[in-house]
């Protein structure tokens, strides 16, 4: 094996220098660790060109502008449409982690285009990128668009490989994740459960891919919170059997009991797990990644949920904290957190904090979403209980009118979310 470092630190050499100082260290020849990470890439990027790898790498430590300017870069002296659809996807994947869900759709579709040029609609190497394309409408929340891509790369699947194949699989699962998020628990069980028949069949019983599928299933979704508890509890334990001791999967494996725990209203058990997730987090991951951020959250949420309300904001800014340094400054997440803060405090009584925090969240969710996106609603309804706990109902009446007219345009007209927000309004209605 050839001299392998860890990347200790990545840092610029000054604010005028466009030049970046990175530490390496050296490793022993048998780090295993490293030699399986190695020996994945090479399989993965065998036939990858080595600007294509550096672009990864810079993804890999989140230097998501620097990686855009690699690829447009190679853009414009790339002449051939294979290389081209390779750079238009991978400017996809920048977008996406970006959380500019819209322009990474873009991106893709791009791809799609050259690749139609000379491949027949039903050709194999379609069926990754309609995934890809379905993957950025289910984060969009534009489910049917979502499942519609979904079943196109579904529909090759089913032509080109073989029933039991492990690709058809995790497209099985695809569409279950979006029929789960739809609220349609019957049909996300269907998908699930063709998935998970599949991998029973193709995998040993303690694979950990294994694991994965039984964290899908959706009997959570469904309130049927024991036999969900039974299948996290599988997937602990084909991932305490397949993994090493301290792996991020394990702690996956906990938070998602802890979640379940909260849901069941046992919080003594929820941070017990969430605890277990954190401690293995702590040791397995630098000290900025976004799953010590879900970590934080997760356990900000026990401790509001229980009304220690100071606990909870401590746990809360944690995350936002993470967040604030780790992603760009428009991203979904750092929304989803200002709003997480905003509610603490309206529960804490702190109306204008809690006004400031949902208005962040608001501002970033009209630059990353569409207009009429499912999210932008919730962002109104939060912010008209903030006015209407603070005795201001014209403005509290106008954010839930706000939130409805979304609710209508981007949910069936039978969803939860259309009611409660008419029970805010006839609320708010009886004040004036």
């Known amino acids: ?21 990175v530490d390496l260290i050296l490793t022993s020849d048998d780090d295993q660790q490293l030699r399986q990470l190695t020996e994945s890439i090479q399989e993965d990027d065998a036939d990858k060109i080595d600007w294509l790898r550096l672009g990864k790498l810079l993804l890999s430590i989140n230097k998501f502008d620097k990686a855009e300017e690699l690829y447009l870069l190679q853009l414009k002296q790339s002449p051939d449409d294979n290389t081209r659809a390779a750079i238009y996807h991978n400017l996809g994947v920048v977008k996406d982690l970006q959380g500019r869900y819209k322009e990474a759709a873009a991106f893709y579709e791009e791809t799609l285009e050259i690749k139609r040029k000379t491949l027949p609609e039903d050709h194999s190497s379609l069926a990754p990128t309609f995934s890809n394309i379905g993957l950025l409408y289910k984060k969009m929340s534009d489910y049917l668009k979502a499942v519609e891509y979904y079943e196109k790369a579904h529909q090759i699947y089913e032509k080109a490989l073989t029933s039991n194949h492990p690709d058809l699989a995790i497209s099985y699962n695809n569409i279950g994740l979006v029929y789960d998020d739809m609220n349609n628990f019957s049909k996300a069980l269907e998908h ?41 509890e599988k997937a602990l334990r084909i991932r305490e059997i397949a993994l090493p001791p301290n792996h991020p999967n394990l702690a996956t494996s906990y938070n998602n009991i802890g979640d379940i725990y909260a849901n069941m209203g046992d919080y003594s058990k929820a941070l017990k797990s969430h605890g277990e997730a954190l401690k293995i987090r702590e040791i397995a991951l630098p000290s900025n990644h976004l799953d010590m951020a879900c970590s934080y959250n997760n356990i900000g949420l026990v401790y509001k949920n229980m009304g220690d309300y100071p606990k909870a904001l401590t746990y809360y800014e944690k995350a936002h904290k993470i967040l604030e340094n780790t992603v760009p400054p428009n991203h979904p997440d750092l929304a989803t957190s200002y709003n997480n803060i905003g509610t603490l405090y309206s529960s804490m009584g702190e109306h204008s904090k809690a006004l400031l925090s949902q208005s962040e969240a608001l501002k970033i969710r009209e630059i990353a979403f569409p207009p009429n996106h499912s999210i932008l609603a919730y962002s109104y309804n939060g912010i008209g209980g903030v006015f209407m706990n603070m005795g201001e109902y014209s403005k509290a009446l106008c954010f839930a009118e706000k939130a409805l007219a979304v609710l209508q345009k981007s949910l069936p007209p039978e969803h939860p979310l259309i009611k409660k927000t008419m029970d805010n309004i006839n609320a708010v209605k009886k004040k004036l």
């Open 1 to 21: 094996m050839h001299s392998i470092f860890r990347i200790g630190d990545i840092r610029k050499l000054d604010n005028n220098s466009p030049l970046y100082q």
């Open 192 to 232: 699930y459960e063709k998935s998970h028949t599949i991998l029973l069949i193709t995998l040993p019983p303690n694979h950990p891919k294994l694991a994965t599928s039984y964290n899908n299933i959706v009997y959570m979704s469904m309130d049927n919170y024991s036999k969900a508890l039974e299948y996290q």
